[in-house]
């Protein structure tokens, strides 16, 4: 076994260091009052759209994808190391500079499309200059999405699809969507569902969803939505299948933020607990304190290794299910730990908008929900011991 980063990432870490530095912590100073206010007003709207225009310039923020949509055919290992120090870097801007594991950024089931539509849905999103949703979710199937309802039919050449889908990320914007629907109400996740690529025009966003979260989903609702035969990714009937195939690199982004934004918290509580004084001496110098931070410490090793293990694998050309279903619970359950115990050691200050570690917590909450709750990771893996 050999855990070396090889060279090549440690040299492309270091001028993303470099382009977060130089290009979005100046941003990010000019803009602070508003993203601690909350208020994502349009400057701060402004700041991010720089920021993914230049990391898309500088070949940052699609690097994932393959060179012949625009990408840099970068690994997954490699991405998710863009990913973690995107979020450890403590600047909320930096989000905007890599597309993982934002669902409104380029998605590799795109590559799922006929490549005649490549450059109309997946080219403009690696460019930046769109972006998309992924359509999921319904009222009454969330976890078990093998029971969505939206419905697709043939109509001549075309799909015409009905339903209603909520906690959309980005519906309310979003210059396209991917929806699953039922093509086959009696075979339904065994060959039964599939993913389309449907057009702004063709959806209204419904209400807006507002969450703990700085990002706050939509309904997103089809009335008769028609898009032609061929926008459909992968092969009809296996939407659950084409989505499955990223699904495990995915995994590896989510655990690389979580890994990220626990480094950051952890660092920023370490660097509190030596300066901040209490009965006399450094916070830091009560076990009290120093347990809480070196049992993060140790917790943030397990999610380095197995978020770097994970994508290790999938370069490997290994299917590791279990491995991404492990990922996700553990890197989203104890970056939570992590977060919460190193907003205690801030004590008032940790609940503060303006401090280090709020923002984080409420995020990282998030994450423990969406894209496959904890316990639907824990029936995942439960499954491969038989139970
Ligand atoms: C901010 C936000 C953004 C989102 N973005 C998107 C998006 O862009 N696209 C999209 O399609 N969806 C999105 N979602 C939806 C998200 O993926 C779902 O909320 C999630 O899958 C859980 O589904 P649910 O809310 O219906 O909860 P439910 O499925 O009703 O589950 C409720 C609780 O029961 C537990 N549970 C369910 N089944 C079992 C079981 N068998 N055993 C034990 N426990 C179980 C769950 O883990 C959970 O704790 C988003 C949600 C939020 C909040």
Redesign the pocket.
């Known amino acids: 076994m050999d855990f070396t980063i090889p060279e090549e990432l440690v040299a492309l870490r270091a001028s993303f260091a470099a382009f977060l530095d130089r290009e979005v912590r100046p941003l990010e100073e000019t803009v602070a009052p508003s993203i601690h206010a909350g208020t994502f007003d349009d400057a701060v709207r402004a700041a991010a759209a720089t920021v993914k225009r230049r990391a898309c310039e500088e070949g940052f923020y699609a690097a994932h994808l393959p060179e012949s949509v625009g990408g840099s055919g970068l690994s997954t290992l490699g991405m998710a190391l863009l990913v973690e120090d995107a979020a450890a870097s403590g600047l909320r801007l930096a989000t905007y500079a890599v597309a993982p594991p934002n669902?409104e950024g380029p998605s590799p089931l795109l590559l799922d499309l006929p490549e005649h539509l490549w450059d109309t849905y997946l080219v403009p999103l690696v460019k930046g200059e769109q972006t998309m949703?992924?359509?999921?979710?319904e009222?009454e199937?969330?976890?078990?999405?093998q029971a969505i309802k939206t419905r697709a039919t043939r109509d001549g050449d075309d799909w015409v699809i009905t339903g209603r889908?909520?906690?959309?990320?980005?519906?309310d914007r979003a210059d396209f969507a991917v929806v699953?629907a039922v093509t086959d109400p009696e075979k339904r996740a065994a060959g039964g569902i599939t993913a389309f690529v449907v057009p702004r025009s063709q959806w209204t966003p419904g209400k807006r969803?507002l969450?703990i979260?700085d990002?706050?989903?939509s309904e997103l609702i089809l009335e008769d939505a028609r898009v032609p035969g061929d926008h459909v990714v992968g092969e009809v009937g296996l939407g659950f299948f084409a989505a499955m195939r990223f699904l495990n690199a995915g995994r590896a982004y989510i655990g690389a933020q979580c890994l990220g934004l626990a480094e950051w918290c952890l660092s920023s509580a370490v660097e509190h607990a030596k300066a901040r004084t209490a009965f006399g001496k450094p916070l830091g110098k009560f076990q009290g304190v120093s347990f809480k931070l070196a049992e993060s410490k140790a917790e943030i090793e397990a999610m380095r290794w197995l978020t770097y293990h994970l994508a290790w694998a999938v370069d490997a050309g290994q299917e590791p299910m279990l491995d991404a279903s492990i990922v996700k619970y553990y890197d989203t359950e104890r970056a939570y730990a992590v977060a919460d115990r190193c907003l205690q050691v801030f004590g008032g200050m940790g609940l503060l908008k303006e401090g280090p570690i709020e923002h984080v917590l409420r995020h990282l909450r998030?994450l423990r929900?969406?894209?496959?709750?904890?316990?639907?990771q824990?029936?995942v893996i439960s499954k491969t011991m038989g139970l």
């Open positions: 669902p949703c992924f359509a999921l979710t009222p199937a969330g976890s078990d999405a889908k909520h906690y959309i990320t980005n519906a699953f969803q969450t979260g990002s706050h989903p998030i929900v969406v894209e496959g709750a904890s316990e639907v824990l029936l």
